[in-house]
């Protein structure tokens, strides 16, 4: 019985290394050098080429290296028997609410517009906006988003959330899908942490960023899919929005030839909101893989019909 | 008798409308158009012309319209009976801590080098580091410095402070002077918040940058007199510092032929750090208006000779 592990864009020996550390007995096979597909019954995956799962017969569980799953799920080819498990992980969920602090932080204080001045070596004391008068409004309050609200309001934001139902979780007023347009007018920083499903796909468009209170301002911190790319610069050049952070992409790494690169109201980090510590979750991986050897049930499994 | 308003940087026609609008009865007169001198008893100043309060006879306290009094006290034509006073403000307080914060998560999570990838559309994915991983040394242990490290430490950051004497406030591990290595040993990003005194200027020199913990840098939101400005570059160049960013300068506005400008590791924002609003403060000017007309002793006066 073996591990797989797959990943094009994170290195899975230091994977392999974290894994091995637990448990030194483990027997680990890292693609592309596979030679024992038959033996794979659980892999550690991270964008993964589509329709490689085909080529392992015993496969019954993909466990993805961080909290998302799309990367999983899209591949039409993921054979139907697979379970699905996704990172859970108090240090991600913390590096991503600290992440979006920094963000909403910066946007209020006009950070991004005193780099822009220096690169044209301006001097202007634009007033701020206190945090107490900023509102941020956060798309997807699961984990991930209320974790985000909590920290954001304990730093004097003033923070609304969206999710399917309306509530109230930790003092923080969540609109549902029937009052998003009521949500949207609310909103002068809305922050994206949406899962990816079919009804989430380009839901960050023009006609939503219309919406927003004036002076709107974009934090995409779920996936490049929620973005409709073209709409975020029609709805800067519209006012629609003043600017937008991305960390996330269509396409990752973002090409060269993209017009964002470029655009003074649009900042660009590497997709490094929240980045998996392999060492921090060798342990919960490694119990999911006893789990599935004993056939017990997993811990964060994904509903796969729903994707999240 | 009359207030007279004084500002070369900040518009004083809002500090005046301020004050009218709690008092109509007020009589105010704006500096360069003083047709009443021998009136002024109370003036509310930032940056006078040096030598200027010489031409007021009746004089009896200058206001500081922000937290820093060395603007006034610097002046060697300072009428001697003087009362010096500062402000101290809550909100001024806040907006400095979440300012430092945004800087201090700035810097953890490497949000200047991405946006410097950005400019040459590099896409490069540098782990981060926590805010339990950072060590935070703050000079300057007062107000403003506490009220940061409270922030800091609440947002996970590892605090430490300096002092002239060593204490313990808040949980927070204050050094005194006579351990300055050891603040700095363990110290990665310094935040200068200390007061302008004979003793503080040029206290950011080489030497300090020299004894500062690995991959250091440098956050000056107190004034320009603290830092040797040649020295930073020179610290930048050897690899004692990564970074800084700096809030206030040697001479502001920063002069467009001045290096900083083009550094690209040195982050430049116009003294904004924390901004007084004159609606907010002009309470507290006033009931020091009414005390020095009652002769009863002033808030927030500052000991002329220490300096703070």
Known sequence: MSILLVSTSRDPKQWAASLKEKNDALDIQIYPDVDRPEDVEFAISWKHPEGLYQEYPNLK????????????????????????TRIVDDQLTKDMSQFVLLQCLAVSRNLFKHL??????????KPYQTPEKTSVGIMGFGVLGQAAGKVLKSNGFDVIGYANSSKTVDGIEVYGSDQQDEFLKNTQILVCL????????GVLNLRLFEKLKQDAYLINVARGEHLVEEDLIRAIDQGALRGASLDVFQQEPLPESHPFWSHENIQITPHIASMTDPESVANQLLEN??????GESLMNEVNVDKGY
Do not use: C, F
């Open 194 to 201: 949406l899962p990816v499903t079919s009804e989430t796909k």
């Open 61 to 84: 569980v993909i466990a993805s290296m961080g909290a998302g799953v799309n990367h999983i799920l899209k591949d039409e080819q993921l054979p139907k028997y697979v379970k699905v």
């Open 289 to 294: 893989y006893r789990r599935m050897k004993n």
């Open 116 to 125: 822009n001045d220096q690169s044209s070596k301006s001097w202007n004391t």
